[in-house]
């Protein structure tokens, strides 16, 4: 009994000085899960597991930031026209170079820019091709042609447009460019750009000058408003499309081409002609000599009547010179040079449009004349030849022959003419 509480004594001290009391170690196996309520087991020592193999799993990565867009700076500067149409965001000036919104450019011409939201590439059909070009690139790409412009386009509206350097952006769209310093102004027209002429095509011209009523019998070149509807009745019924000089890169798709003009914008142009041209959706083109429009109204139209055939579409206002007499061959070159150049800018600041063909007056002409007509413009006509002459593209274009429509002038005869290829030489009948 004695032996036995000695045991107990000193079991009971070991436990107050040592506090340990041997762990009954428990199978895993008699563990029932947590699902069936039974009690979870003690976890084992972290020691004495196995070290995972697995990489541990990365730590997430936060999205950067977009950097926002920021418009590039540009000053503004003077007023730019394309096609008559003056461009609401004028121009900007970047390191010397005048740019201008392409999208606004594209959009005066009659075209559609065609682009993906921020992207890089833009482009638009442009007559007979496509114009491609990049932002950041100063290379243009049109009919299958790559030309370098001066500098590269720049995005700009938060990158949904482009500022493009306006004048080599013309060049490579082959548009012409005319920059009138004093009004500090911008003219882009695209038919008196450097444009391909298709070669060998006949286009008979017709030349008029006064549609007027009761005509004068004095007056050969005064034409009955209703023998001039006839005409054009003609015209439509027989299959021919009246054309402007600036319709002839088109001219491989053109059938039956014809060009109406008519010499020095009497006012009847505005008030008997225009009526008529317009019944039968016809296109004429009108001469004038720019020194007669300022004057006071009498027997030439004024400016403003100018202005606003050139704006129907019908009528394509060119130059017949400052003024009508003495003729051209009579002038030192000098004064010939101001008589060509003068009446050009005369008339694209009135229209918006830069000119593209002089009428000489009374086709009187030198090799002045010619050599300073290719300076200034792209063709230049004179009155009729001896023969008859159907103009055929390729003929030298600052020498130019027209049929002469007077008075008397019959259906059959501009029939005639007009069924003329310059298969040989028929002797003209001048009725």
């Known amino acids: 009994m004695r032996k036995t509480l000695l045991v107990i004594l000193c079991l009971t001290m070991c436990i107050s000085l040592f506090g340990c009391i041997p762990k009954v170690s428990q199978s895993p196996l008699d563990v029932k899960r947590p699902d069936t309520g039974a009690v979870k087991p003690d976890a ?13 799993a990365p730590s997430a990565t936060p999205a950067p930031t977009p950097t926002p867009y920021v418009e590039p700076e540009l000053t503004g500067a003077g ?3 394309f096609d008559g149409k003056e461009l609401p965001g004028a121009s900007f000036t970047k390191d010397g170079l005048r740019y201008v919104k392409l999208s606004e450019a594209v959009e005066a011409i009659g075209a559609k820019l065609e682009h993906k939201d921020k992207s890089e590439d833009f482009a638009f059909d442009w007559r007979l091709g496509r114009v491609s070009l990049k932002a950041g690139s100063s290379s243009v790409n049109y009919l299958d042609s790559d030309t370098e412009m001066a500098a590269p386009a ?37 038919a008196s750009g450097s444009w391909k002429l298709p070669e060998g095509y006949d286009v008979p011209i017709l030349r008029y000058h006064i549609i007027d009523w009761p005509p004068s019998p004095e007056a050969n070149m005064i034409v009955h408003p ?78 403003q009547q100018a202005k606003q055939l050139s704006e129907t579409g019908l009528v394509s206002i060119q130059s017949h010179c400052v003024n009508h007499d003495p003729t051209l061959s ?10 060509l150049e003068d009446s050009k800018l005369f008339i694209t600041r009135l229209t918006g449009k830069e000119p593209l063909v002089v009428s000489y007056p009374c086709g009187d002409s030198n090799d002045d004349t010619l050599e300073l007509t290719k300076q200034f ?12 002459y159907t103009y055929k593209t390729g003929d030298d274009p600052a020498q130019i022959y027209r049929y002469f429509v007077q008075q008397h002038t019959s259906i059959d005869t501009i029939a005639d003419w007009l069924n003329h290829h310059n298969e040989g030489a028929l002797n003209y009948k001048g009725e």
């Open 154 to 190: 720049i995005h700009c509206s938060a990158q949904n447009d482009l500022y493009v350097p306006v004048e080599s952006f013309c060049q490579a769209a082959q548009i012409g460019y005319y920059y009138d310093e004093e009004y500090d102004t911008i003219y882009c027209t695209p």
């Open 377 to 388: 413009y792209r063709f230049g006509l004179k009155t009729f030849y001896p023969d008859y």
């Open 44 to 56: 084992p020592e972290t020691s004495a597991l196995p070290k995972a193999s697995s990489a541990p």
């Open 330 to 339: 009579s002038k030192s070159r000098e004064d010939q040079q101001f008589e």
């Open 226 to 303: 209703e023998s001039f509807e006839k005409q054009l009745q003609y015209l439509n019924d027989n299959g021919y499309t009246t054309i402007f000089f600036e319709d002839l890169w088109n001219i491989e798709n053109i059938e039956k081409p014809v060009i109406i003009t008519f010499d020095d914008g009497y006012a009847d142009n505005f008030t008997y002609m225009y009526p008529i041209l317009e019944k039968y959706n016809c296109k004429a083109t009108i001469f004038v000599i720019t020194s007669t429009l300022l004057d006071e109204p009498h027997m030439h139209m004024s400016a």
């Open 79 to 81: 007023k730019v026209l």
